[in-house]
């Protein structure tokens, strides 16, 4: 199974930061990566998917880079409604690993 | 709009058996893969299982493996999960979820979650 990796597991930021998070693939997935973000006791919501491009009504502050093993998330400047967990999913093969998730809270 | 309803969750002993439903509506349900997804209670997602728009093709973790069937009746618009040999370390919310294919598989719909919590 490919393992992803989140980094940093927490982070800690204010109203208007730049945000960046990664998620590393034990192997090579091309660009087959989403990201979500999940509140607590919601769903998971679809922020970003092969790799960079945004889902449709998704803020423009996310963005998505990366493709093989390394990606990146980044909030270009994060809002008080962006805190949250967020996740990387693998979309390359089954089965279809998820990170084991940023949780994005207020400095 | 599109809906997914799931239901079937409770608490059940550990061997035991449980069935979860998803009623779908608000697209045309046979064209779209549907995945299950779970969440152990303080914990990340876990992908459990998915099935092709005809029913025809599954895939399952492996930690659900020759334990659950995931199912869907496409006349009734419902996607099923069968639970057998539940142990305690499948107690989580289990979400049904739809699975959209141009976006590489990624779920841009999901359920409101239904609890399993296994237990004696």
């Known amino acids: 199974d490919i393992q992803l990796t989140q980094s940093p597991s927490f982070l800690s930021a204010s109203v208007g930061d730049r945000v960046t998070i990664t998620c590393r693939a034990s192997?090579?997935?091309?660009?087959?990566l989403a990201w979500y973000q999940q509140k607590p006791g919601k769903a998971p919501k679809l922020l970003i998917y092969?790799?960079?491009t945004l889902q449709s009504g998704v803020p423009s502050r996310f963005s998505g880079s990366g493709s093989g093993t390394e990606f990146t998330l980044t909030i270009s400047s994060l809002q008080p409604e962006d805190f949250a967990t967020y996740y990387c999913?693998?979309?390359?093969?089954?089965?279809?690993?998820f990170g084991q998730g940023t949780k994005v809270e207020i400095k | 709009e599109v809906q997914l309803l799931d239901s079937g969750g409770g608490l059940v002993q550990p061997g035991g058996s449980l069935r979860l439903s998803c009623a779908a509506s608000g697209f045309p349900f046979s064209n779209y893969a549907m995945i299950w997804v779970r969440q152990a209670p303080g914990k990340g997602l876990e992908w459990v299982s998915v099935?092709?728009?005809?029913?025809?093709?599954?895939n399952y973790a492996d930690s659900v493996k020759g334990r659950f069937t995931i199912s869907r009746d496409n006349s009734k618009n419902t996607l099923y999960l069968q639970m057998n040999s539940l142990r305690a370390e499948d107690t989580a919310v289990y979400y049904c979820?739809?699975?959209?294919?141009?976006?590489?598989?990624?779920?841009?719909?999901w359920g409101q979650g239904t609890l399993v919590t296994v237990s004696s």
């Open positions: 192997q090579g997935i091309s660009s087959y």
């Open positions: 099935i092709s728009g005809s029913g025809g093709g599954t």
């Open positions: 979820a739809r699975s959209l294919a141009v976006a590489q598989g990624a779920v841009d719909s």
């Open positions: 092969a790799a960079s």
């Open positions: 999913q693998q979309l390359n093969t089954y089965p279809r690993t």
